[in-house]
């Protein structure tokens, strides 16, 4: 059976241990997390949307929104990958240690990938980007032989394109 990536966002009341349900909810069926966001999304702070991404087959996947869905706290399961085009983005923070030459590439680099330095000192600088996880993995890797220390990323956050909204 052919496994599929999915970006799955899910709008829940904001109140402690829905997170731990949601987690519970892989762990306890052996469902592997590969990215996991969540923040308050209305403005009285009432609802959360946590998004994940998560791979499986077909029938995995049906079967952890179906669950998703059944968990009391939640209002909706949206599996953004298969109801049209969306937005994936992601944050990292990159840092990147040495002086002379490796240094001055890494600077090249980062203006190319539209990384911004955010800190920086004679021996090392931290760059932010955005970006997809694709692409935040090819700067990593360009980055490892100039380096790469140390690597933070926020995971995936991602939006329906067009006018369709994900809201209770």
């Not at 969306?86 to 990292?92: C, D, G, K, Q, V």
């Amino acid at each position: 059976m052919e496994q599929r990536a999915a970006t799955i966002a899910v709008l829940v009341e904001n109140e402690a241990g829905v997170l731990a349900r949601v987690i519970g909810l892989f762990s306890g069926r052996g469902y592997n997390i590969e990215s996991l966001t969540v923040a308050p999304v209305d403005a009285d702070r009432r609802i959360s949307r946590i998004t994940v991404v998560t791979s499986g087959t077909e029938m995995v996947i049906e079967q952890i929104k179906a669950q998703l869905d059944r968990l009391v706290p939640v209002h909706k399961v949206s599996d953004l990958t298969m109801e049209g085009p969306h937005l994936t983005r992601e944050l990292a923070l990159i840092k990147v240690v040495g002086r002379g030459e490796p240094r001055m590439e890494a600077l090249r680099l980062a203006d190319a990938f539209r990384a911004r330095v955010v800190d920086a000192t004679p021996e090392s600088a931290v760059f932010e980007m955005t970006g997809s996880s694709d692409k935040i993995e090819a700067f990593c890797a360009l980055m490892r032989p100039l380096g790469l220390s140390e690597v933070s990323r926020t995971g995936a956050v991602a939006i329906a394109r067009g006018t369709g909204s994900l809201t209770v």
